[in-house]
């Protein structure tokens, strides 16, 4: 047994073991910390733990030390021996692997004392970063499996789906359906068979929620699962998660096996009459099948489509038994609202969207990451004061939420409060909480098309609407990109994306024609300026632009003459520089790199 | 129990979907993936329909929308029929050599658009070819691949081991949109070819060997008495009934 409070004369390091920060070598950093440690002279007692995801993969790899609170980023397996003997030993702090707050240039001690830290709240995410997430013991030390033993030794099944219901909790997975209600229908349902299902397929390009709190807490989700089963009288549960997320299957599947021996799971559980076990059913890697009822179709072994959802799946789901299914985070809640009581829970929050929110905040966004706040802060909170900011001190021009059928929101709606109603009033949705920001050197036209293109492959291609409006889609706005296309076109584009979204089968088909609606409603002009100019005014639709160099602000410094992928640049030192367009291939290099804004496009 | 369709009041019995409702009293909804044989797939959402319940108007597949007490159908919307206009365009692009989407095109008068039409296609994706492949119990066939690759077809386009060559499914496409090759001997579906039999009263070749060994199977019938084409069959079985009624 690990201990969780660390005595005075004892200290632990954690090392941060998320998908990103083993990308870049902290299973490495840990293995020599370990072996490091065992043969050295320190005569502190230390104990080495792989964490879940921190959320601040811009920074890793990751290590903490506590008690004495300090993080140090990326470092390398050729700093352990320094952090032994200084950190370890002697107490001291190596400056250079400490952060550097860009605004005040001091290096801080602890990540809590930086802004993309402070501003967050943690709930979802509370554990991860802090346990092992494959020692059950160390869940269990953060009151783990608390709430269960709560539910059922003081409370009925009832009481149980009401509590739920008081404390506001919807959906994280996108739709944001109350989670109460969708429970209490499944108990009006009269049947001897009840599922209970979590939905692990998180499929958006870009989105890391899911997959970081099953890889870093996986008992949270286990404990609410086995709380949705005593409410609603379920046997049996499933946990669907892509086979891609191969961290998330072993953490899972450790923790499964974990939480039986303890009696967690299986027959009588803690002494009571319920009855439950879980299993892992690993999906084939299609984005539909994080719709419900292709997930359901999919766990039974057929093709993965969605049918019509005109009787639910609380009413007849998995088999045609009443089922509850909800996301990850959405499980990840639930522990916390029993523990803590629906009105400590949904005291934070907004009226209609209540508790936090993950989010994973990319693009071009100083301190990409997981962030996990309040429902209502602004996005202004989070890209700047979290986020830090835009990268290379670019303009905002829009951040794409709720995956790959969300929309684009624009900067000057910055100051809007991010929860379910607000995103959908703006043509966008929560969806799994992806946040993608995007500087003004992004082509809308273009990322419309990216979207649709993503969409295109991943659509299950069962009803027309979806299937061949997003194959239409896809040739109109890569006709845009290309400088073809008529006014004729943009119409028949707005009629597709209005059927598609009144008539198509699943909720993907519904959304998908988001990026072009959401885009066109904010960014019209671009479109036009394709159309009617072939211009894109960007710069990155390579057959509508053309760069050239202004002699007026270029000071011959050659950095774009450098990184000049073809040598289409050339020119005398300290003269002005020139750009040969029969060579020049268009991929704007030059432009990103010129410190004088001298590169223009035509 | 009692709907309303088209301001229509109508007496149906629960558990009927709001299409076989509709047909039962003569009201026609536009479908292209439904067939009676086999009910509703919610695919190709022609039948798309406006729903008023006691708390909500939402438009439904009809096919596939279970019949409520007291509910409100239109079956036709100026958004409805922009939107069914927009899906026969759609697969118009797809099918531009059937007669049959040809004359869709027309009827709904699609607008004009610049997209590319795929030249000598015919397939909407409709799969009554794969609901009908099931349904004979061979399942043969079926929609492979995903989003906007989705086609029909054998498992990994190879001739298939089930397939008895009965042709139900290029019998039941409404497109003809599946190659079928006939002749006195033979015939080749799917890459496979199959060997005819003649019908031992007229001599007209009638199915292949394959579908007489499967309906042989299934019914216990001997393969002799199966022989005989369907044709030959009803001659038979008039004489009989004219001799009884002599």
Not at chain 1, 98 to 104: F, N, V
Not at chain 1, 222 to 240: C, Q
Not at chain 1, 306 to 327: A, F, H, M, S
Not at chain 2, 6 to 33: K, M, S
Request: overall charge negative; proline content about 4%; charged content about 25%.
């Amino acid at each position: 047994m690990m201990p969780q409070i660390i005595e005075a004369d004892k200290k632990m390091v954690l090392v941060c073991c998320g998908t990103g920060c083993l990308a870049n070598g902290s299973m490495e950093v840990y293995q020599e910390l370990q072996q490091q440690l065992a043969n050295s002279n320190v005569n502190v007692s230390t104990y080495t733990k792989a964490t879940g995801c921190n959320g601040w993969c811009e920074k890793g790899p990751l290590v903490k030390i506590i008690p004495d609170d300090i993080t140090y980023c990326q470092v390398a397996a050729k700093d352990v021996a320094e952090v032994i003997a200084k950190t370890i030993g002697k107490g001291e702090l190596i400056n250079r692997l400490l952060y550097r707050d860009p605004k005040t240039k001091q290096r801080v001690k602890s990540h809590h004392q930086i802004d993309f830290y402070k501003k967050q709240h943690k709930v979802a995410l509370r554990n991860i970063g802090e346990i092992d997430p494959a020692s059950i013991e160390d869940y269990i030390s953060r009151d783990g499996y608390q709430a269960l033993n709560k539910v059922l030794h003081t409370m009925g099944p009832g009481q149980v789906v009401e509590e739920v219901i008081r404390s506001g909790l919807r959906g994280r997975g996108g739709g944001g359906f109350p989670t109460g209600q969708k429970w209490k229908a499944c108990t009006d349902v009269e049947a001897s068979v009840r599922y209970i299902i979590c939905n692990g397929d998180e499929g958006d390009p870009g989105a890391f929620m899911d997959r970081s709190i099953m890889e870093g807490d996986p008992h949270t989700v286990i404990e609410g699962m086995i709380i949705g089963a005593y409410a609603v009288e379920a046997t049996a549960g499933f946990i669907y998660v892509r086979d891609e997320y191969s961290l998330a299957v072993k953490n899972l599947g450790i923790a499964i096996q974990d939480a039986r021996q303890k009696g967690f799971l299986g027959e009588n559980i803690l002494g009571s009459r319920l009855s439950f076990d879980i299993e892992i059913v690993r999906g084939g890697g299609a984005f539909v099948c994080g719709e419900e009822t292709a997930l359901m179709a999919s766990i039974e072994g057929n093709v993965g489509e969605p049918r019509d959802k005109y009787v639910y799946p609380t009413e007849k789901g998995l088999w045609g038994q009443p089922t509850v299914i909800n996301n990850v985070e959405t499980w990840a809640n639930l522990p916390v609202i029993i523990n803590d009581g629906a009105e400590a829970w949904a005291s934070i929050g907004t009226e209609g969207s209540k508790g936090t929110k993950v989010f994973s905040l990319v693009g071009k966004v100083i301190n990409t990451g997981l962030v996990e706040v309040p429902m209502g802060t602004t996005l202004r909170e989070i890209i700047y004061e979290i986020g830090g900011g835009i990268l290379n001190k670019r303009k905002l021009k829009a951040v794409q939420t709720g995956g790959p059928s969300g929309g684009c929101i624009p900067a000057e709606m910055l100051d809007m409060p991010v929860d379910f109603d607000s995103l959908t009033a703006a043509g966008s949705m929560m969806g799994s909480g992806g946040l993608i920001v995007m500087d003004d050197r992004t082509c809308m036209v273009e990322i419309a098309r990216y979207y649709v293109n993503f969409l295109a492959g991943e659509s299950c291609g069962k009803c027309t609407p979806c299937r061949e409006g997003l194959k239409a889609m896809l040739e109109i706005l890569s006709n845009f990109c290309q400088g073809k296309g008529s006014d004729a076109d943009l119409q028949f584009l707005m009629d597709t994306s209005e059927t598609m979204q009144m008539m198509s089968l699943c909720a993907l088909g519904r959304t998908a024609a988001n990026p072009v609606l959401s885009t066109l409603r904010y960014f019209k002009d671009e479109y036009l300026a394709h159309i009617h100019e072939q211009h894109c005014p960007a710069g990155v639709c390579r057959d509508l632009t053309e760069f050239y160099i202004d002699p007026e602000p270029c000071t011959g410094c050659g950095l774009c003459a450098q990184h000049c992928p073809v040598e289409a640049i050339s020119g005398e030192k300290k003269e002005a520089h020139v750009i040969d367009q029969a060579i020049c291939i268009r991929c704007g290099e030059c432009r990103n790199q010129c410190k004088f804004d001298a590169v223009m496009i035509r | 129990m009692k709907i309303m369709i088209d301001q229509q009041v109508l007496e149906v019995n629960p558990g009927v979907t709001i299409l076989e409702a509709a047909r039962q009293h003569g009201i026609h909804i536009p479908t292209l993936c439904y067939h009676e044989a086999f009910g509703g797939q919610g695919m190709c959402r022609m039948c798309m329909v406006e729903v008023k319940t006691s708390h909500s108007r939402k438009v439904v597949a009809a096919c596939t929308y279970p019949v409520q007490s007291g509910i409100e159908v239109q079956t036709s919307t100026p958004e409805i029929e922009k939107g069914r206009r927009t899906i026969v365009a759609l697969l118009y692009r797809n099918a531009p050599d059937s007669g049959f989407m040809q004359k869709l095109y027309t009827d709904y008068d699609c607008p004009e658009n610049g997209l590319a039409v795929n030249n000598g296609e015919r397939c909407i994706l409709c799969r009554l070819c794969v609901r009908a492949c099931e349904e004979i119990g061979s399942s043969a066939i079926s929609a492979v691949l995903r989003g906007t690759e989705k086609r029909i077809g054998t498992p990994f386009d190879e001739a298939s081991a089930v397939c008895i060559g009965c042709a139900a499914c290029a019998n039941i496409c409404p497109t003809e949109a599946i190659a079928v090759e006939q002749t006195d001997q033979d015939r080749t579906i799917w890459n496979r070819t199959f060997t005819m039999v003649q019908c031992r009263s007229c001599g007209r070749s009638f199915a292949t060997r394959e579908q007489l060994d499967y309906i042989s199977q299934k019914t216990g019938l001997a393969g002799l008495d199966l022989e005989v084409c369907d044709l030959c069959r009803k001659k038979k079985l008039a004489a009989k009934i004219e001799q009884f009624a002599r």
